[in-house]
Nanobody, 124 residues
């Protein structure tokens, strides 16, 4: 059984940085896609950053381009999200996800495995 666990969330002021980590336990098929999503109460889960070799590498939602960087360390079975120049609108619960992405990689429904989330709060 694949399990994901996030860490690294916290509270920062606008313009600050945080580095989220996600550790993977269990067997995850090679070629799986992985991503970071975020969600605020009352809104749908939003895809933020994705990494998937079949789709040509790294992808970001427009609102975080140039500020967030997704990376992975296969040896450590870990996924990271470096977040710089954080804004109050980045405040959300952030989730790590993995899946086969048979129908694409941007939508949450394409991911089978999820962590429990880590809270990011950015104050102005």
């Amino acid at each position: 059984q694949v399990q994901l666990k996030e860490s690294g969330g916290g509270s920062v002021q606008s313009g600050g940085s945080l580095n989220l980590s996600c550790t993977v336990s269990g067997y995850l098929a090679s070629g799986s896609c992985m991503g970071w999503f975020r969600q605020v109460p009352g809104k749908e889960r939003e895809g933020v950053a994705f990494i998937w070799a079949r789709a040509g590498g790294l992808h970001y939602t427009d609102s975080v381009k140039g500020r967030f960087t997704i990376s992975q360390d296969n040896a450590k079975k870990s996924l990271y999200l470096q977040m710089n120049n954080l804004k109050p609108e980045d405040t959300a619960m952030y989730y790590c996800a993995a899946g086969g992405c048979a129908f694409g990689y941007t939508q949450a429904s394409n991911y089978a495995y999820w962590g429990q989330g880590t809270q990011v709060t950015v104050s102005s």
